[in-house]
């Protein structure tokens, strides 16, 4: 759906200014909530503004549909604009038109409707955010949270097959971040949609999206999909946004003795109640340092940092995995013994909440 090859941007190249964007490789797939995150000044809005030409890359292609589009101007530009929606974090809504009167610009501009026309799909497009009762209202009388579902009808105005959302949910309080995210699920779901998404928040990428790319000074450090990366990353700079999602600092584990491990469980297995079987059937013990449990989108998962000690500690692992739980070796004793197949963790620090 949208490919990015070998981009590179640089604001002034001819004054030698060093690139923010170095040979971005991307794909998002259609129908996908693909996320970008990255810390401020990574160039996460740089790069989303490159899909819809708001920015032109030094070097690379832009490829949407498998057309290429970089250098599109004229009509062509005109159309590939009209067929991405955005959606900013500061709403960008004009203050002296009324929510109907925002949501009914783009359309106006696009001249393609009657007035009676217009005034329907603006009806239509504020149900569908739950703002029927609010059309005549300004911005200014409206909260946060239902500026931005203004910002999003608007954005839908002209039925996109992108909608590109640059924090959107920044400005906005935790409660009100969840509702505007469902609110784009279910638009990702109901339209079909593709969304890319670029936040400098972890938990938003958690909750919303199927895949994500970090970014890192211009550059994708990791990408994968959502719960891999995040029960699973790889990066320093990904396990440092984990972490400040997860709202709690390092647990030293050095004085505690055993295998630390660190196990997985997702899906149904979220809830399987295995490890006091094991803990029997291989006469082990395990002492839980740390753990987490919650969603990734809708799916359960549970992660736990534990001690493993005594009885038969390589037929305990290979009973965990058998029963689809992921091990890891995060340090402790005994961690040369373990049998090939078992991820090992150079970091002796557990991340727990
Ligand atoms: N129009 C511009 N002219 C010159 N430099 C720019 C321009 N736009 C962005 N930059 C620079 O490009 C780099 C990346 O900026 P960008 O806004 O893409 O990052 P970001 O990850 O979105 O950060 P933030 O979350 O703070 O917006 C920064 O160093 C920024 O100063």
Redesign the pocket.
Known sequence: MIRLQAITKS?APKRGAPP?LHGIDLSVGKGEIFGII?A????????VRLINLLERPTSGEVFIDDQRITDAKGAELHELRRSIGMVFQHFNLLSGRTVAGNVAWPLELAGRLTRAEIAAKVTALLARVGLADHAQKYPRQLSGGQKQRVGIARALANDPKVLLCD?ATSALDPQTTGQVLDLLQEINLELGVTIVM?T?EMDVIRRACDRVAV?EKGRVVEEGPVAAVFLHPSHPVTRALVREAEGDGPLETGGIIGQHLRLTFTGEGAHKPVLGGIARDYGVDFAILGGRVGHIRRNPYAQFSISLTGGNGLGAVAALQAAGVAVEVIGGAAAASLPTGIATRPERHLHVV
């Open positions: 604001f923010v990255g401020s000044g990574a160039g996460k809005s740089t790069l924090e670029i400098h970014l």
